[in-house]
């Protein structure tokens, strides 16, 4: 793994992507040996977005049709790195902890998600924000044993080369449970790792009860259809145990 690819969806966050361009540690990655690459892709924002992207040195490509999961689509398949990591542009997701992420995958994992729920500041999650994300990641685990304690977060990482197996034709939000349960399932390697989840800049995007309950559907449906992998996935942790 020699190159990484930071892949950010945007919609109108001019407020806060310059703040995020900044943080990411370009030049302690290179000293690594890395070489890196910074997507943002513009889900369709009427505000100066894309240029604050641009004037920051990242790679601003365009995304019209609007959704989560349609933005990072995009991006990946723009990017070009042996790791792809994600965040939010919104100055929510720390990326300077993406040295400590990348040296996850380094160690052998395939897939390494972050858990804001345990560190949580209950100042800049609201309560009903929080309980939506404990009650979704509650039934990832229970529906399909995962490991994930937030499934829910927005930012991780993982090896460019399992991407063609996954299955992830959501268009908006659920993606991000997607991407982390069918690389699970599929019997990739996935781990967590716990980071401080900070305020957002800018106007918050997201319809707590509206977005929970699609997720929550969706994961219903995931359920549903992905009966031979959850039992190849179950067969597969019991070999590993024994």
Not at 84 to 97: K, N, Q, S, V
Not at 101 to 128: A, C, H, I, K, Q
């Amino acid at each position: 793994m020699k190159s990484v690819s930071v892949v950010i969806p945007a919609l109108n966050e001019e407020q806060g992507i310059g703040f995020v361009l900044r943080e990411i540690p370009v030049d302690e990655l290179c000293s690594a040996g890395y070489d890196v690459e910074i997507v943002v892709v513009d889900n369709g924002s009427t505000d100066g977005t894309a240029a604050v992207a641009r004037s920051h040195g990242a790679t601003v490509i365009s995304q019209p049709e609007r959704g989560y999961g349609n933005a990072y689509r995009k991006g990946f398949a723009y990017a070009r790195g042996d790791v792809i990591a994600t965040g939010d542009a919104d100055l929510t997701y720390p990326f300077g902890a993406v040295p400590d992420l990348l040296g996850r995958l380094v160690e052998g994992w395939d897939f390494v998600n972050t858990d804001r729920l345990s560190r949580v500041d209950r100042s800049v999650m609201s309560p009903t924000h929080m309980a939506g994300n404990l009650i979704l990641s509650l039934m990832a685990r229970m529906l399909f044993g995962a490991p994930f304690k937030d499934s829910q977060s927005g930012m991780w990482l993982f090896k460019r080369e399992i991407l063609e197996h996954l299955r992830t034709p959501s268009p908006g939000m659920a993606f991000s449970q997607e991407i982390k349960l069918e690389a699970y399932l599929r019997g990739f390697r996935c781990t967590e790792m716990p980071i401080e989840y900070r305020a957002r800049a800018g106007e918050c995007k997201l319809n707590t009860l509206l977005d929970g309950a699609r997720n929550a559907r969706h994961l219903v449906r995931m359920w549903r259809d992905h009966s031979p992998q959850r039992t190849a996935r179950a067969a597969l942790s019991t070999g590993s145990s024994a």
